[in-house]
Nanobody
Framework: QVQLVESGGGLVQAGGSLRLSCAAS????????MGWFRQAPGKEREFVAG????????YYADSVNGRFTISRDNAKKLVYLQMNSLKPEDTAVYYC??????????????????WGQGTQVTVSS
């Protein structure tokens, strides 16, 4: 398994931007697809964005497509989520996630092998 630590959350006004980072430990980072999920108060955790093991393929939830960008640096064992044009409904705890090894799909909650501790993102109107 891989251990994950998120950073970069905070308070931002609507229309603003934030970049989340996720640092991974372990020798085999590149065998995992990586993703971001979020959970708003009173709601279930939902998929936000995913990236394949090589970084060559990305996929997004409809609600963030065109506003958020996921990327990864396998040499540094980092994953990023650039969030632009933020809306109050983006307010949530954001979690970094590692998918099952040797798979490029991390869109399902049930398929996640490792979770970070979460970082709070609050968007004010």
């Amino acid at each position: 398994q891989v251990q994950l630590v998120e950073s970069g959350g905070g308070l931002v006004q609507a229309g603003g931007s934030l970049r989340l980072s996720c640092a991974a430990s372990g020798r085999t980072f590149s065998i995992y697809a990586m993703g971001w999920f979020r959970q708003a108060p009173g709601k279930e955790r939902e998929f936000v964005a995913g990236i394949s093991r090589s970084g060559g393929s990305t996929y997004y939830a409809d609600s963030v497509n065109g506003r958020f960008t996921i990327s990864r640096d396998n040499a540094k064992k980092l994953v990023y989520l650039q969030m632009n044009s933020l809306k109050p409904e983006d307010t949530a705890v954001y979690y970094c996630a590692a998918g099952p090894p040797y798979s490029d799909d991390v869109s399902a909650d049930a398929g996640v092998g490792s979770w970070g501790q979460g970082t709070q993102v609050t968007v004010s109107s």
